[in-house]
């Protein structure tokens, strides 16, 4: 009996033993799905970052956001904090994590459709508009384009942002049937907006001249105000960035200064004077009352006093005969009209002539 309960024990050992090693495998697997995370963070990282430089081309009639493969090696051993996202693969180098990104289809290579220099060229184009599947898929930093193969996410504002374009596009085409004083609110605010970026921008520009000029330093306030894309964050920024190019010639500021004072002089020489003022700021305010005072009520009522009134239940004929009828009258009304002054004139000189004849 102690056999058998031995053997039974043994059994069940063995039974363990086998969902023990049925076991072992899990880890193994929850870590590649891990590590096929941190890749797929990595590389959604990398192309929101804003210092990799990328473009858009055509792949096999789609489009696809790709870049250089020496930018990407530039920018890797200049942004290392992003490797803390790999964990355990931090370590690696540019090239094998570019490697890792291709095995695991995050990645592509191509390669230019055009590979010779267009006539009136001297080198092919640093950014190709066309690109091609390269048959080699291993990372290269000679020449080598890199597009990426998954959908970028976009974040929950944007989402809502796309469906409001339409209800903005529909309110724009309303804009002619809304109150006066609705109107007088929009106008107004989009001048103010308006001449608030142009001010800004002329600002700018003369702060930017002067001390360009006077000290030789290039300083942009609000950097990012022009920039394609940038952050909301990023577009707002007030302070400038530090100047790292080369201080300029004193001829070449001496050369804009001098610009400067002639086309200033140009122009206040043939600034327009009062009179034409007051005409173009006449004209610009008949064209805004215009638009502020437009409604569909005038535009039917101008249309229907337009129309001719026609009586429906004579026929056509009759209406016709009418019409030519009035204008009949009319037209000798008023011959007899333009007449009768002269006829007047005609009779009083007939009756001086004849009192004339019966004192002779």
Not at 293 to 302: N, T, V
Not at 304 to 321: G, R, Y
Request: hydrophobic letters at 40%; aromatic letters at 10%; glycine letters at 6%.
């Amino acid at each position: 009996m102690k056999k058998a309960g031995g053997g039974g024990g043994g059994g069940g050992g063995g039974a363990d033993k086998k969902k023990v090693r049925r076991s072992q495998p899990l880890p193994s697997n929850t870590k590649q799905a891990a590590q096929k995370d941190v890749f797929q963070l990595f590389a959604e990282k990398v192309r929101d970052h804003k210092d990799l430089v990328s473009r858009w081309a055509v792949l096999q009639e789609t489009r696809v956001e790709y870049f250089r493969g020496k930018d990407f090696v530039s920018f890797v051993r200049n942004h290392l904090e992003l490797k803390d996202v790999l964990e355990s693969d931090r370590s690696l180098e540019a090239e094998d994590i570019a490697n890792t990104l291709l095995k695991k289809s995050l990645l592509v290579r191509c390669d230019r459709v055009v590979k010779t220099v267009r006539p009136g060229k001297k080198k092919l184009s640093t950014f190709p508009a066309h690109l091609e599947i390269y048959h080699d898929q291993v990372f290269s930093e000679n020449d080598a384009f890199f597009a990426w193969t998954f959908v970028k996410r976009r974040p929950l504002w944007q989402t809502l942002l796309s469906f409001c374009w339409p209800v903005l596009t529909l309110a724009i085409c309303l804009f002619p049937v809304y109150p006066h004083q609705v109107k007088l609110l929009v106008l107004y605010s989009c001048a103010g907006v308006l001449l608030l970026i142009l001010c800004l921008l002329l600002l700018r520009g003369l702060v930017f001249g002067a001390l360009w000029i006077l000290l030789g330093k290039r300083v942009w306030f609000f950097p990012n105000i022009l920039a394609e894309e940038a952050t909301l964050k990023e577009l707002f920024q007030f302070w400038p960035h530090k100047d790292e190019g080369e201080r300029p010639k004193w001829t070449a500021r001496l050369f804009y200064a001098i610009v400067g004072v002639i086309v200033i002089s140009v122009l206040r020489h043939h600034a327009p004077d009062e009179a034409a003022r007051a005409r173009y700021q006449k004209r610009v305010s008949n064209i805004i009352d215009d638009v502020l005072e437009w409604s569909p009520s005038l535009a039917l009522s101008g249309m229907i006093e337009k129309q001719p009134v026609v009586n429906i239940t004579e026929p056509n004929d009759n209406v016709t005969d009418s019409m030519s009828s009035d204008e009949k009258v009319f037209s000798s009304g008023d011959l007899d009209d333009e007449t009768m002054p002269n006829e007047e004139v005609d009779e009083v000189a007939e009756n001086t002539d004849g009192g004339h004849r019966q004192k002779i």
